[in-house]
């Protein structure tokens, strides 16, 4: 089930698609030695060259309970979900992680789900390394690149890459992770070459200085004079190193 990150050619990281054609999170490498990441849009279109974020995990689908028992090498377990319902495949190449009780301390790959509230079935690889009770509760963890949506100048989000493209809503694409990409800039501060930004604090979708430990850092600017607000401005992203 483990392998190393493919290989595609420039031209393939302008296609997007309807239905996925790797799984989502797939890490990709061009050529020149970009890092890209298999991503499925959020229900709203994205322009080129913005910074993208991660969707905000539930805190409704945490620390819930099995429904029924599961046994050593279950590749299906029922939980219960009180309030919030999963929609459909919003899971799906994400986690569901063991957190505490018999079988704490696992993480299993989500490969399927039901939908709606109550008693949902979810399907998993590998299959229950350790037994668990009705007392065992798991957190469900959303793919990193599960319906990724444009940054909203949060500036303690999880960035997760700029569009190299134009995309369409709910399509697939790769994502730009690592390496040279132009990224929209905003604010009134402007870093210079080699000084690390961060999520825009004025604009949607842009990058700014980096001046706080909470900041997440996306890369490094690559401007002699500084980044100019606005427009799009050469990165270094070190997002997915």
């Not at 132009?182 to 700014?208: D, H, K, Q, R, Y």
Request: proline share 5%.
């Amino acid at each position: 089930m483990y392998s190393g990150p493919i290989q595609i050619f420039a031209q393939d990281v302008f296609v997007e698609s309807s239905t996925p054609l790797h799984p989502v999170g797939t890490k990709a490498v061009t050529a020149d030695g970009r890092t890209w990441r298999y991503a499925r849009n959020s229900s709203t279109a994205l322009t080129t060259g913005v910074l993208c974020i991660q969707a905000d995990l539930s805190s409704n689908h945490e620390d819930i309970p099995f429904q029924t028992a599961g046994v050593i090498g279950d590749t299906s377990v029922a939980l219960t979900i009180a309030t919030t319902s999963v929609a459909a495949n919003e899971y799906v190449d994400g986690y569901l992680v063991i957190i505490d009780d018999t079988g704490e301390g696992r993480t299993h790959l989500i490969t399927g789900h039901g939908t709606g509230t109550g008693t949902v079935t979810f399907y998993i690889k590998p299959g229950l390394l350790l037994a668990t009770t009705t007392s065992t509760t798991v957190t469900l963890v959303r793919n990193p690149w599960m319906n990724v949506l444009i940054n909203d100048s949060t500036q303690t989000d999880l960035p997760a890459g700029v569009t190299p493209f134009a995309i369409t809503a709910s399509y697939y694409f790769w994502i730009q992770t690592g390496g040279i990409a132009a990224v929209l800039a905003s604010g009134t501060s402007t870093p210079t070459g080699g000084s690390p930004v961060t999520i825009g604090e004025a604009t949607n979708g842009a990058v700014s200085i980096h001046n706080a430990d909470a900041e997440p850092i996306v890369g490094l600017a690559l401007v002699g004079v500084g980044m100019t607000s606005g427009e799009y401005n050469p990165v270094f992203l070190t997002i997915d190193k």
